[in-house]
């Protein structure tokens, strides 16, 4: 049985849209004979494409690397992509990020990783051409214009992409896996997109077609979205399928990230965090689990609001506390802004740092580096490290199956191993 709340999460749409539909017939709620709360069963949701996998009772085969891979992660921040790829057991070879804060949270934690801190531009791949199986990382999503009808390698210079390209020119990894924010698809109507794919392409690689990725369908308790783009070298392109990870069927909660349950076997420890103003703090006391700025009185909704209560938009992010029983919403960089609230469903204060990776999976013995806004920062920026290990089985799994053909080998192996072309 699945809740309103949840079912709103998981095919993506409001819970408003759920009870339109259950008003209009479309998907007829059920409802609790206790409470009277609306339900759903899981044979109503076999009309939904998007969650078929729900029904997928098969076994799950283990996936582990038939060789050494190895890998460069470019904009590795706090180490969240790293810590799912190399829990998949992937061998990163190179990391480079900017922050400095970040660098130290990666190299306290990891002494052995090869990371590089400082910009990008800076920094020269070609000693590592065919010895790389993958490069990742998120590059920031920026425009560029260009002139003409198909953008060029070097018509992308000014832009964190461009660095990313050269990265995969250098070092001609057999594929690459980026990731990004959802708004990428249609970032300048689709141009954006369309000027990556035409240089990826210059660069002779394929672009398999994007993959929106919801977190909540990867053991993570968050409503965290993020597009997953995957090219393969041409040369290798065709031989084998890439399989995007199987979603899970359970959504974890709040409670599952900050309680003893089946994603950790302790309660969330102790950390230091923000706290409001005693202000913020007597309003937002006011705020129910789950509730926002709509639940307040209305003279404190007038007052909290400002003008913002007289324009269009329900702005739902604004005084928003959590609820034990739902996933979190999407974690920013800043756990008390006034657009992107994220208060504790019981405590009036935001998430402290442990709570904070918790929701982001980080496993609590990784420890963050620098001042306490930094350190807010890294975890909001990161990939969720569940999410990212799913993805590391999914190129695992890539790299197994294509070295099984036998036209190609793990890289640093000799060219004249390679079993030619037929």
Not at 92 to 110: G, M, P
Not at 375 to 388: F, H, L, S, T
Request: hydrophobic share 35%.
């Amino acid at each position: 049985m699945y809740s309103v709340a949840q079912l709103a999460d998981m095919l993506g749409v409001s819970k408003e849209t759920l009870r339109r539909w259950d008003n209009n017939g479309k998907l007829p709620s059920l409802r609790n004979p206790i409470n009277n709360y609306r339900f759903y069963s899981k044979d109503q949701l076999r009309q939904f494409e998007e969650l078929r996998f729900i029904f997928d009772d098969s076994s799950r085969e283990a996936i582990v690397p038939d060789h050494a891979y190895k890998t460069i992660e470019l904009f590795a921040g706090a180490g969240g992509l790293a810590i799912g790829l190399e829990r998949a057991g992937l061998d990163t070879v190179l990391l480079n990020e900017l922050d400095k804060s970040a660098c130290d949270t990666l190299k306290s934690n990891r002494p052995n990783w090869q990371v590089q801190c400082g910009d990008i531009a800076n920094v020269d791949f070609s000693p590592y051409r065919n010895q790389i199986d993958i490069v990742t990382g998120g590059f920031p999503c920026q425009a560029f214009s260009y002139a003409g009808k198909k953008m060029g390698f070097e018509d992308a210079r000014g832009t964190l992409f461009y660095q990313f390209a050269r990265a995969v020119k250098e070092s001609q990894p057999k594929l690459f896996m980026a990731e990004n924010v959802r708004g990428l698809l249609n970032h300048d109507g689709g141009a954006t997109l369309k000027n990556i794919r035409s240089v990826l392409e210059e660069l002779g690689y394929t672009l398999l077609e994007p993959r929106l990725m919801k977190a909540i369908f990867y053991r993570v308790p968050q409503k965290r979205e993020r597009l997953i783009l995957v090219g393969i070298r041409n040369d290798l392109a065709g031989l084998v399928a890439f399989h995007w990870p199987r979603p899970y069927q359970k959504v974890y909660t709040l409670k599952d990230a900050l309680k003893a349950g089946d994603l950790f076997p302790c309660d969330v420890p102790d950390s230091q965090g923000q706290a409001y103003p005693a202000k913020k703090a007597e309003i937002m006391a006011q705020v129910p689990p789950g509730g926002y700025w709509r639940d307040l009185p209305e003279a404190l909704q007038k007052s909290y609001m400002m003008k913002s209560y007289f324009l269009g938009g329900g702005k739902t992010g604004m005084a928003r506390r959590m609820h034990w029983d739902e996933p979190c919403l999407t974690l920013t960089c800043a756990p008390a802004q006034k657009q992107t609230e994220r208060c504790h469903p019981e405590a009036t204060r935001p998430f402290t740092v442990r709570e904070y990776a918790r929701i982001q999976t980080f496993p609590d013995d990784w420890q963050f580096k620098g001042p306490l806004t930094s350190q807010y920062k890294q975890i909001g920026n990161a990939v969720p490290v569940n999410m990212a290990f799913e993805l590391g089985l999914s190129l695992v799994d890539f790299l197994n199956r294509l070295c099984a053909t036998g036209k190609a080998q793990p890289a640093g192996m000799p060219e004249q191993q390679l079993v030619p072309f037929v």
